[in-house]
Nanobody
Framework: QVQLVESGGGLVQAGGSLRLSCAAS????????MAWFRQGPGKARDAIAV??????YYTDSVKGRFTISRDNAKNTVHLQMNTLRPEDTAVYYC?????????????????WGQGTQVTVSS
């Protein structure tokens, strides 16, 4: 079993920055595909950033503003969020897919964190 715990959410003004962290259990963390999803009110839960090995992938809505990274020695993945917009307001979830290739589909991820709220004021 893989356990994920997110932290770092909060309230920030538009144009500001926030750094999310996800602490993972597991002895083979470096082989996991890791992703950040988000879900706004009344919306689907969509992937916004994926890291597979050292390769990173982003949806167009966050490309150039958000950066996903991982520290395999600490079993941790981060999401640096810059130039935040009100439409970025959502619950952000960390997800893991052990032994999987890159995917933006929620069904590919077997393990999920509890979520952390990010609110961006106008």
């Amino acid at each position: 079993q893989v356990q994920l715990v997110e932290s770092g959410g909060g309230l920030v003004q538009a144009g500001g920055s926030l750094r999310l962290s996800c602490a993972a259990s597991g002895s083979t963390f470096s082989t996991y595909t890791m992703a950040w999803f988000r879900q706004g009110p009344g919306k689907a839960r969509d992937a916004i950033a994926v890291i597979w090995r050292t390769l990173t992938y982003y949806t167009d809505s966050v490309k150039g503003r958000f950066t996903i990274s991982r520290d395999n020695a600490k079993n941790t993945v981060h999401l640096q969020m810059n130039t935040l917009r009100p439409e970025d307001t959502a619950v952000y979830y960390c997800a893991a897919a052990p032994g999987s290739d890159v995917s933006f589909s929620s069904s590919s991820y077997a393990y999920w964190g509890q979520g952390t709220q990010v609110t961006v004021s106008s």
